[in-house]
């Protein structure tokens, strides 16, 4: 193994690992609005402690997601020194502006959030919770920013020459606004408010099976089965609009996406294999409609793989089934939200056993795609580090060998996987907990006012 691949296998573990949590913190914020939203508006209690509840988890989400996310900026500096230096202006000022305008914001309210019940009013907890998610929000924003300037670089110049060639902002509102900021940052925050909705559903839905809560349970289930029907649809509009952007800027992954290697009308499998030696793509598709979907014409020709050089082509089976499962699973949350909302409707919902149980197991569908999504993505760039800019075997720093790297990637598995199942410990002991029995916290506070009264 070179430390060429030692070091985008560590940064993939890091990134992937890291990855679990910011989708769930971002989506649990905008069901805490909600939750608290309704609370506010009806009065409530039972809203109110299932707001508590999702508090404690999503405080336990973020405190993972931060711890996670330092360790990526030193492999900056360790691993892809070149790669720092050609894009430091650019990464520094995003990051920059994402500790400022996200982060001490997200954490600024956070323990309003956390521990302000009933030491500040009711309004002012709300808006806590608020800014919270917003900080999140632009969190994402300035990553993404970042992130897709490597896909679609624009507002900058290049001085130096070799291993002293760095990117310069010269436009920065055109650098945050890269062709594909936009399209990515819609496609990602649909990503995020999935994983929070079926997050809530999930564990809804388990409390309802084992006949605990069940006033909450029913709650929890309706208000995420509506969000992520939502961001279903979202997905799929954000999806296509992605896809269209990517042909326009990078249509070699484009071609990947889809197996096609000539130059002619596109093709969209449902599902098949690539067999890239011989350059066939094998499968169940439909004629024409990559094209039709492009460009609204079957027949018009789609860029392949063969007009570009062997040495700047991505890999394509990998890039080719992590897309379409990506697209399966969208599809799957289309189909089973609406018919979750079919069965409200009908008034049937809560007599569907199997249905809570695809609901409990549901929560792993939204992380897998968000990591097939990031993988498909990222693939597809290659051999790019920064897309026409800066290959990925130059981004290396020349001084680390191969035995530091798969060390520290040692190190770093130990460490998360610790990390895992400390995470998955508390989570579970928190769900076990449930919410409090807001029934008994209405009848004390009834007491204690009867009390004052006396």
Request: aromatic fraction near 16%.
């Amino acid at each position: 193994m070179d430390v060429e691949f030692l070091s985008r296998l560590q940064f993939a573990f890091t990134i992937g690992f890291h990855y679990i949590y910011p989708p769930m913190s971002i989506g649990l914020g905008v069901m805490l609005i909600i939750m608290e939203g309704m609370y506010l508006r009806t009065g409530n209690k039972m809203y109110e402690e299932m707001t508590k509840f999702w508090v404690r988890i999503f405080a336990l989400i973020f405190g993972i997601g931060v711890a996670t996310g330092i360790v990526m900026e030193f492999e900056f500096g360790t691993n892809w020194a070149t790669y720092s230096r050609f894009v430091g202006d650019v990464f520094g000022s995003a990051l920059a502006a994402e500790g400022i305008f996200a982060f001490f914001l997200e954490s600024g309210f956070l323990a309003i959030l956390v521990f302000g019940w009933n030491k500040v009013s009711s309004k002012m907890h709300f808006f806590s919770t608020i800014m919270v998610t917003l900080g999140a929000h632009l969190s994402a924003v300035w990553i993404v920013v970042a992130g897709s300037w490597m896909h679609t670089p624009a507002g900058h110049r290049i001085v130096g020459e070799g291993t002293e060639a760095r990117a310069e902002i010269v436009d920065f509102w055109a650098m945050v606004f890269n062709p594909s900021s936009v399209e990515r940052l819609s496609h990602t925050i649909g990503g995020a408010w999935l994983a929070g909705a079926f997050l809530v559903l999930s564990v809804s839905a388990y409390f309802y099976i084992k006949n605990r809560h069940i006033e909450t349970a029913k709650a929890g289930i309706k208000i995420s089965l509506i969000v992520a029907f939502v961001a279903s649809l979202f997905q799929l509009f954000t999806g296509h609009s992605s896809a269209v952007q990517v042909y326009e800027y990078q249509p070699a992954k484009l071609a990947a996406f889809e197996g096609h290697y000539e130059t002619a009308p596109g093709d969209l499998y449902l599902f098949g294999w690539v067999d890239e030696e011989k350059q066939e793509t094998y499968g169940v598709k439909i004629p024409g409609m990559l094209s039709y979907m492009l460009f609204f014409d079957s027949e018009k020709p789609v860029t392949g793989l063969n007009e570009f050089p062997k040495d700047e082509r991505p890999p394509v089976n990998i890039i080719f089934q992590t897309y379409h499962l990506m697209v399966a699973i969208g599809m799957f949350f289309i189909g089973f939200t609406t018919l979750g909302l079919f069965l409200w409707w009908r008034g049937v919902l809560f007599k569907q056993k199997w249905f809570m149980i695809l609901a409990v197991f549901s929560i792993l569908l939204p992380h897998i795609g968000n990591q097939i999504g990031w993988m498909s993505a990222e693939i597809g760039r290659q051999p790019w580090i920064v897309y026409g800019l800066l290959k990925t075997k130059d981004a290396l720093s020349k001084t680390v060998s191969a035995n530091d790297v798969l060390i520290s990637l040692i190190m770093f598995g130990l460490i998360y996987s610790l990390l895992f199942v400390l995470f998955i410990f508390l989570l579970n002991k928190k769900i076990h907990h449930g919410p409090d029995d807001y029934r008994l916290i209405s009848a004390q506070d009834d007491s204690v006012s009867m009390k004052e009264v006396q």
